[in-house]
DNA sequence: TCGTAGATATCGCCT
DNA sequence: AGGCGATGTCTACGA
């Protein structure tokens, strides 16, 4: 199922290329290529070895010597791959894979050189994985206490105008409490998205009802910490 | 410099790739893995064919069928490729490429097959971009009047205790303005900041000062409208 | 190293 | 299709 050519002529490598995309397969192409992207920002990558993965929904990464997001990239619109022949010598022709011109985010990858391709049936992502803030949300379910001695959870994802409560309930006293859930060090935004939860919460219920909001993270930032004491809120560290 | 190298054995593929990430080269293998995550979270990929690639500066990067993110990755620790041998035959051999155990991500690929393998010089990332949310900043200092007529702008990236304004200055009439950027349609998060910002300024400048805050944004969401509107921030629309 | 916020974020869920 | 928030986010930039 695998083919694989080894320095091939440009015109090798487009057929190549498109034979192997038209199977429903990935296609890899190592070379020298440069690239530009144009779209939501603009983009140009020079002259240099990189590797271009043409995947079967038609994402186009390119990648370079760091790093574990592309130098470019571009998903969602179709790719067609050609070979653009130079005026002058055929040693300046380019093979082009590039996105299709009426799509928004415009892609364009040109090879002067391409050193390796490889075409390959992938495996589709099918993952499992655990440890995310949906996992905490489990552990705080079966184990209340973990938010505070007595809370009791009455809901989870709530609607409130402002976004949904990770976690409704109530605390020892019976007052509200929105309890938004966070699985890393929490920093001012996660204040600032309880404080919104908590205001809206304030606002929908009656007027004589406490609404508390409990901050539940593995730990908060000192700035953070600084904001939820501001707005009245609470932290609960968990490990 | 590139090197290639078609269906070879799993030994023959393990010093393919050490010796290539001895010279600094990036490796590419494609065949049939699995793979497991442990970390920050767990994760487990079943037994199909991916691409892995080994960039030189130890990110490992597994990719299947789909989408722009790898569907297993690791970055910053010392990788290591190593064929285990099994007891019975060795055709139940593995080609294992996996990140130092001491790590606190573990990633482990293993190979029961290699197809294909790849190694080359990468080009270093060094991109020009434009179009981003320092493109519009430059914008704004060049003609306030897109704020609002009449800002005139007096520092950027100026501190409070809730994080940066990314312009500070002055409306028509005398008072303080704090202008939040946004190269993008803005959501609830982006009125929250900038909530953040203008009441920290309140707290910190003279009781008497009227601290207005005015979001920059191409668009606002209908509820991050309405979240303006209930704590008296202004938006401001930009192409 | 930690904190903070942007990103062509991407991705998944729900309306 | 758009809104919304999590992500093993990653990445760059300061303090």
Redesign the pocket.
């Given at each position: 199922m695998t083919r694989t050519l080894a320095d091939p002529s440009l015109d090798a490598a487009a057929d190549f290329a498109s034979d192997a995309a038209g199977d429903g397969l990935a296609v890899s192409l190592v070379g020298t290529c440069e690239a530009t992207?144009s779209?939501?920002?603009e983009?140009r990558l020079p002259g240099g070895v990189r590797q271009l993965l043409w995947k079967p929904d038609d994402?186009l990464l390119v990648h370079g010597a760091?790093?574990?997001?592309?130098d470019?990239?571009?998903?969602g619109a179709a790719v067609a791959v050609a070979v653009e022949r130079a005026s002058g010598h055929a040693s300046d022709d380019h093979l082009v894979v590039e996105t299709d011109g009426g799509a928004a985010?415009a892609?364009r990858v040109q090879f002067s050189a391409v050193h390796a391709a490889t075409a390959f049936d992938p495996a589709s992502?099918d993952a499992t994985?655990s440890?995310?803030?949906?996992d905490l949300k489990e552990r705080v379910l079966a184990d209340p206490d973990l938010v505070e001695p007595g809370f009791r959870p009455l809901a989870t994802?709530r609607e409130t105008p402002?976004?949904?409560v990770?976690v409704y309930g109530r605390d020892a006293d019976g007052n509200v409490a929105a309890v938004?859930?966070?699985?890393?060090?929490a920093?001012?935004?996660a204040a600032s998205?309880l404080e919104?939860y908590v205001t809206a919460l304030r606002r929908d219920l009656h007027a004589d009802a406490t609404v508390r909001g409990v901050l539940v993270a593995p730990g908060v930032?000192?700035?953070?910490r600084r904001l939820l004491a501001e707005s009245g809120l609470t932290f609960s560290e968990v490990s």
């Open positions: 992207f779209g939501r920002a983009r994402t760091s790093g574990r997001d592309p470019a990239w571009a998903s985010d892609l992502a994985v440890g995310t803030e949906s994802e402002a976004g949904r990770d938004e859930l966070k699985n890393v060090r920093g001012p935004s998205q919104r930032t000192e700035k953070t």
